[in-house]
């Protein structure tokens, strides 16, 4: 694994910059995972005055010798190591909305570097690389020529090119169809956690003026565990805080899904520490159960290797808000609930904490990271399962301290 590291970041060939010094603003998203992060993310994104990265931070912390393995034993890390060279990546990977497309050169460069991302031991070895940069220039070249301005359009000749020899990779891409009977995510070095995200057509390459006028913006579950760390990297920035909750029935049921499901949300090969997992409903389930741990990797993980599928889920909800109460940072706390059903007033809730201007009108919702056609109350297909989840005394206190209702009624 050190080797395709070392690989892949020779052939991102990452400048350095000192831009993180002169970053003004930053805004962190702090949430347990199945919580609606991505969607949310998606729609602040299109604000003109947000800069974000097109997927999350972990990839480049592990590029940097941080995270499990390196100083962790989990997602929660406290001292980071290569500080310079995490926030080169970051700086390098961000952009801005923009109404025209950028130029074919960075977005060549741009698929390059998020496909190292994607498939490491894939694409970091020379010929596959070689041939990877073959085509996205055929691929490019069709788009220019034929006119093609949809990103949808864009990005599926793209991944057909460049997966024309190995088609079911194409699976482990978020938003993809027709991937039942698809093979379970198996790669030797994961650098990206699938679903995988695209590089987003209508975005230009984040540049110093945006450093200073910019609010940039990141979500990742795992960030509840290493509260600080933004600090550090934008030493000079005001760092503001968005609490996103959504309820524990509905949280709980959605992870149950994603660890049931061969194409995304794997973290962890289980197998490379030397533990086997026998967590009941999934390992004796599914063929991946015993080695993939997926999702978040809270501080007291390793309790529950053995452990109801349920009850993994529920720590995973639990521990993460425990981590942002235990932070003690001052929080905008927002609810996915009132997000879907109100999106306008909870986005203007966001903006003015942000202290940027509406958001006049709002971008088209998109099905995303998602392991079925979304409804609401999707959780009662668990009904029972989950309502009598409701009865532990810590359910009940976090429910509380969340302000959410113990009635299954007002659940969404």
């Known amino acids: 694994m050190i080797k395709t590291i070392c690989a892949v970041n020779e052939m991102r060939n990452i400048a350095h910059s000192r831009l993180n010094l002169q970053v003004d603003k930053v805004a962190v998203i702090l949430t347990s995972p199945r919580s609606g992060s991505t969607l949310l993310k998606s729609v602040l994104a299109s604000h003109p005055e947000i800069a974000t990265l097109d997927g999350e931070i972990t990839p480049f912390l592990t590029l940097t010798n941080n995270g499990f393995g390196c100083n962790s034993d989990s997602d929660a890390i406290s001292s980071f190591s290569n500080l310079d060279k995490l926030a080169d990546n970051i700086l390098d990977d961000l952009t801005v909305a923009a109404k025209e497309m950028p130029d074919i050169g960075f977005l060549k460069k741009k698929w390059e570097k998020r496909l190292l991302l994607q498939f490491p031991g894939v694409f970091s070895e020379p010929v596959a690389h070689l041939d990877l940069m073959a085509a996205l220039d055929e691929a490019l070249n ?19 090119k460049v997966f024309r020899h190995m088609p079911w990779r194409m699976a482990y891409y978020d938003g993809r169809k027709n991937t039942v009977g698809a093979v379970f995510f198996n790669e030797k070095t994961k650098l990206e956690e699938p679903p995988f995200v695209l590089p987003g057509l209508y975005r230009r390459q984040f540049a110093e003026q945006d450093a200073r006028e910019k609010t940039l913006l990141f979500k990742s579950p795992p960030d509840v565990y290493r509260v600080g760390m933004y600090e550090q990297l934008f030493p000079n920035a005001e760092i503001n805080y968005i609490h996103l909750t959504r309820g524990y029935a509905q949280s709980v049921n959605g ?36 080695k993939w741990w997926k999702f978040d990797l809270p501080p007291n993980w390793k309790e529950f290797t053995r452990a109801r599928l349920e009850d993994v889920c529920l720590n995973q909800w639990l521990s993460a808000h425990q981590a942002v109460f235990a932070s003690g940072v001052k929080t905008q706390r927002v609810t996915f609930e009132e997000f879907l059903l109100r999106p306008g007033e909870v986005i203007k ?42 009865a532990d005394p810590k359910v009940i206190a976090m429910m509380a301290a969340l302000d959410y209702s113990m009635d299954p009624e007002t659940w969404i």
């Open 142 to 160: 069709e788009i220019k020529t034929g006119g093609i301005s949809e990103e949808l359009a864009l990005q599926e000749v793209i991944l057909t």
């Open 255 to 290: 992870l149950m899904d994603g660890w049931l499901s061969p194409i995304g949300f794997f973290s962890l090969d289980c197998s490379q520490i030397g533990i086997q997992l026998a967590i009941e409903a999934y390992s004796n389930v599914v063929e991946f159960g015993q």
């Open 349 to 390: 809730k966001i903006t003015d904490y942000l202290g940027l201007s509406e958001m006049q009108s709002l971008p088209e919702f998109r099905t995303m990271m998602a392991t079925e056609t979304p409804k609401l109350k999707r959780w009662e297909k668990r009904k029972s399962l989950l309502t009598n989840m409701g």
